[in-house]
């Protein structure tokens, strides 16, 4: 227990470093540090701030089953091997604005209780599978080369104008229940929307398929609800068929 908080701000760790279980009281700062090896924050509370800013994991990032009571920032953050924060919890804004995830960032099932941004972030493969965001979801200008949005809930706006997705999106089951923006954006691969459900204004307008795309419904379960609007204005389909 980390009574008054902790700050290892711009320390190299050159050795495995284990977190696991622990609890910060105060704010933790780890900004602009570099952790060479494996990093364990498996099961570890922020009670404050966590604040990750320019932070670089060169070895596998363990970050699964965290709460963080307030703000985490891993802004500009860079993860060079597997980034693990499934089933983590996110009470405050968790800012991932410009991080770079190299290998595999695994979010699955993650609970986002506050607005989560993702602004400018570059995924080689995203996993979001069965997440929540209760708060607004930024993942404008993103690049993506795999995402996996599998049973994922949107309770507030979803921005992903201006994104990119190289390989296949997979939105199969998500649940949008308020304003989603895919406007501008451009999927080099497949799209797939199959029992997606649409409750609100779901914008396509500009966007750029290149592949196939997909929207349907199956018993019962998907579709565009009696208050969504859609928009497709402008849109191109390389694959018309």
């Avoid at 933790?28 to 404050?48: E, P």
């Avoid at 398929?209 to 997909?214: L, N, Q, T």
């Avoid at 998907?222 to 389909?237: E, I, L």
Wanted: hydrophobic share 40%.
């Amino acid at each position: 227990v980390f009574s008054d908080g902790a700050s290892f701000y711009k320390t190299r760790f050159k050795s495995d470093v284990k977190f696991s279980e622990a609890t910060f009281e105060g704010d933790a700062r780890f900004g602009y540090s570099t952790f060479f090896a494996k990093a364990d924050f498996n099961s570890a509370t922020f009670r404050k701030e966590a604040d990750f800013s320019h932070t670089t994991f060169s070895g596998t990032a363990d970050f699964s089953s965290v709460i963080f009571r307030e703000a985490a920032d891993f802004e500009y953050g860079k993860f060079e091997k597997d980034a693990r924060l499934w089933r983590c919890k996110f009470s405050g804004h968790a800012n991932f604005r410009k991080t770079v995830f190299v290998q595999t960032a695994s979010f699955w099932p993650t609970t986002f209780y506050s607005t989560a941004s993702f602004y400018e972030a570059s995924f080689r493969w995203a996993n979001f599978s069965a997440s929540e965001f209760k708060g607004e979801a930024v993942f404008s200008f993103c690049s993506f080369g795999f995402a996996e949005f599998i049973n994922t809930s949107f309770k507030s706006d979803a921005d992903f104008s201006f994104s990119r997705s190289e390989g296949l999106a997979n939105f199969i089951r998500a649940t949008f229940d308020a304003a989603i923006r895919f406007d501008m954006s451009a999927f080099d691969s497949e799209a797939r929307f199959r029992i997606a459900t649409f409750n609100g204004k779901a914008d396509f307008s500009y966007t750029v398929f290149k592949d196939i795309v997909s929207f349907s419904t199956e018993d019962g379960i998907g579709g565009f609800g009696t208050t969504a609007r859609c928009d497709f204005r402008r849109a191109r389909f390389e694959t018309p068929s």
